[in-house]
């Protein structure tokens, strides 16, 4: 009988133009057997530094000199080959930039005072491809920066949707988890996951939070309905 090879542990970048704050990440996320491969103190450094080393995730700082967090991510996200997760760190709950971060192709965001193995689960989260905004938070962030769309036909790409996917995608929008979407349609939580997948797949879209962003800026659900 062969046993099979121990995994690699998860590799990150840590990305903030303020030195003591990187070095807390870095000792947090060692002491937890992660691999810290890289720093950056700004944006351009950080898409430099991902190209070369490609991690699985990248803390990703919001506001920072010569390139912020959100143009940085943008870039990340539009480079060849396997691109990581990226987890906005802000001091400012709900500010304008991570909504925008999220937009860019980030996996969620996380105030930069989180407990060290609240962020250290985070860091797994993301690398898994699931989001790290709570449910409770998608819909406090939309409610914040989302601006109303105007009536009329989805979008061509949600087109394609089942009304079943269409549901699961209202449901996801409100800030529901597996668990619960599963209870409310009368569906298992594995097959709420499936079709999850499927709307992920159909919508080229990267995960929870991005569907839900996609949901109101459609028109598909709005703020302040029931």
Same mark, same amino acid.
């Given at each position: 009988?062969? %046993?099979?090879?121990? %995994?690699?542990?998860?590799?990150?970048?840590?990305?903030?133009?303020?030195?003591? @704050? *990187?070095?807390?990440?870095?000792?947090?996320? /060692?002491?937890?057997?992660?691999?810290?491969? $890289?720093?950056?103190?700004?944006?351009?450094?950080?898409?430099?530094?991902?190209?070369?080393?490609?991690? =699985?995730?990248?803390?990703?700082?919001? *506001?920072? !000199? *010569?390139?912020? $967090?959100?143009?940085?991510? +943008? +870039?990340?996200?539009?480079?060849?080959?396997?691109?990581?997760?990226?987890?906005?760190?802000?001091?400012?709950?709900?500010?304008?930039?991570?909504?925008?971060?999220?937009?860019?192709?980030?996996?969620?965001?996380?105030?930069? =005072? @989180?407990? !060290?193995?609240?962020?250290?689960?985070?860091?797994?989260?993301?690398?898994? $491809?699931? %989001?790290?905004?709570?449910?409770?938070?998608?819909?406090?962030? #939309?409610?914040?920066?989302?601006?109303?769309?105007?009536? $009329?036909?989805?979008?061509?790409?949600?087109?394609?949707?089942?009304?079943? /996917?269409?549901?699961?995608?209202?449901?996801?929008?409100?800030?529901? %988890?597996?668990?619960?979407?599963?209870? +409310? #349609?009368?569906?298992?939580?594995?097959?709420?996951?499936?079709?999850?997948? +499927?709307?992920?797949?159909?919508?080229?879209?990267? =995960? *929870?939070?991005? @569907?839900?962003?996609?949901?109101?800026?459609?028109?598909? @659900?709005?703020?302040?309905?029931?």
């Amino acid at each position: 009988m062969t %046993s099979s090879a121990p %995994s690699a542990p998860l590799s990150v970048v840590v990305v903030d133009d303020q030195e003591l @704050v *990187r070095t807390g990440f870095r000792l947090i996320l /060692e002491r937890a057997g992660l691999d810290v491969l $890289g720093e950056a103190g700004d944006g351009v450094e950080a898409v430099e530094v991902v190209r070369e080393v490609r991690p =699985d995730v990248v803390l990703m700082d919001i *506001r920072m !000199p *010569r390139l912020d $967090g959100v143009e940085a991510t +943008r +870039r990340i996200q539009a480079l060849v080959g396997r691109r990581p997760r990226i987890l906005v760190l802000t001091t400012f709950d709900l500010d304008e930039y991570v909504y925008a971060a999220v937009r860019a192709g980030a996996s969620g965001f996380l105030l930069k =005072d @989180v407990p !060290p193995a609240d962020l250290v689960h985070a860091v797994g989260v993301v690398a898994r $491809g699931d %989001s790290i905004v709570a449910p409770s938070l998608v819909a406090r962030l #939309l409610t914040e920066f989302a601006s109303r769309p105007p009536l $009329g036909a989805l979008p061509e790409v949600m087109e394609s949707l089942t009304e079943r /996917e269409l549901e699961v995608t209202r449901l996801v929008a409100r800030g529901l %988890s597996n668990a619960e979407i599963g209870a +409310r #349609l009368f569906l298992s939580e594995a097959t709420v996951k499936t079709y999850l997948s +499927r709307l992920l797949s159909k919508l080229h879209l990267r =995960d *929870r939070v991005q @569907v839900a962003v996609l949901a109101y800026e459609s028109g598909l @659900v709005r703020i302040g309905d029931p």
